[in-house]
C-alpha cells in the first residue's frame, strides 16, 4: 500500500486539485454569492501563478514529500501511532482530525504573530473572494507550514494513508470554503455542524479586526466553535461586507510580483491577534 501511495501521490493529489477546482469554478459561476469586484482574468493569472512557485520551490525546500515522510517515520517507529497498537482504520481518522486540528492551531498563529502575519496577509490581501483564494499563500508561508506538517506527522506518526486523505481533503475544503458560492441557508445551517462552509469562512476575510480573528477553521467546523473564535454572520451581510484589506485596495496590488513583496510593505498591528479580537 505504502508503494502504490507514493508512485501515485502525485497523480492523485493533482487530479484531486484540478476536479475540485473545477467543479467548485462552475458552481460559483451557476449561483454566485457576491459581485466580483475585479475580473477572473485580472486576479486569476497570479493567483494561480503563485499556487505553481509554491508547488515548485517546496519540491526543491523539502524534496521529500509529506507522504514519502510519513512513510519514513512508519519504517523507523518515530511517533505515537507508530508506538501504540491501534486498528489501522483508527490510526487513519485519528490522524485526520489531530492534523487539522493543527492546521487550526497554525492558522491562529500565523495570526498572533506579526512576523507571521505579515506573510499570511498577502492570503487575506485578494480582495475577491473565489476558489482561487484558497490556494493563493506566500511561498515563505507555504515552506513554513510545510515544515510544520513533517514535525506534526512525526509526532503523531500518522499514517501514510491518513497523510493523504488530509491532503486531498484539506486542499478541496479549503477551494470549497472559499468558493463564490450562494448555498441555500437550510444546507448552509446543516454543513456548518460538520465542514467549514463558504459563508461560514467568508466572515475570516473580512476588514474588521474582530472578524478577520475568527472562522479559523479549513476543514472541520469543530475548532472555532471549541476554542471560541466562531462568528456566525459578517455584522455587514455576506453582499455587502468588504472583501480584503484596506491597506492593499489598489488593483495593481492583486499582480503576482506585488503579492510576493507584500510582507514586505505597509504596517502589520492592526490585525493581528489579541484577546479583544476573540471576544
Sequence with gaps: MDDFLLRHETPLRLSAFLGVLAAVALAETLAPRRARRLSRWRRWPSNIGIVVLNSLLGRLALPMAPIAFAVLCAERGWGVFNLI?????????????????????????????????????????????????????????????????????????????????????????????????????????????????????????????????????????????????????????????????GQFRDPAEQRLDRMLTQPWRGGADTYVLNRRDAA
Design 85 to 245: 497498537d491501534l486498528p489501522p482504520a483508527v490510526a487513519v481518522i485519528a490522524s485526520v482530525v489531530l492534523l487539522d486540528l493543527f492546521i487550526y492551531l497554525q492558522h491562529v498563529m500565523v495570526h498572533a504573530v506579526p512576523l507571521l502575519w505579515r506573510l499570511h496577509r498577502v492570503h487575506h490581501a485578494d480582495t475577491d473572494y473565489d476558489v482561487t483564494t484558497g490556494a493563493r499563500f506566500h511561498p515563505l508561508e507555504i515552506l513554513l507550514s510545510l515544515g510544520l506538517k513533517m514535525s506534526w506527522i512525526a509526532l503523531l506518526g500518522a499514517p501514510p494513508a491518513a497523510v493523504l486523505i488530509f491532503e486531498v481533503l484539506l486542499n478541496a475544503t479549503a477551494m470549497f470554503n472559499h468558493a463564490n458560492l450562494r448555498l441555500p441557508d437550510n444546507l448552509d445551517r446543516k454543513l456548518r455542524l460538520l465542514l467549514v462552509t463558504p459563508d461560514m469562512h467568508r466572515v475570516h476575510h473580512s476588514p474588521h479586526p474582530h472578524e478577520t480573528n475568527s472562522n479559523f477553521g479549513f476543514s472541520l467546523a469543530w475548532w472555532d466553535r471549541l476554542f471560541g473564535t466562531y462568528r456566525a454572520q459578517p455584522a455587514d451581510g455576506h453582499a455587502a461586507m468588504t472583501i480584503g484589506l
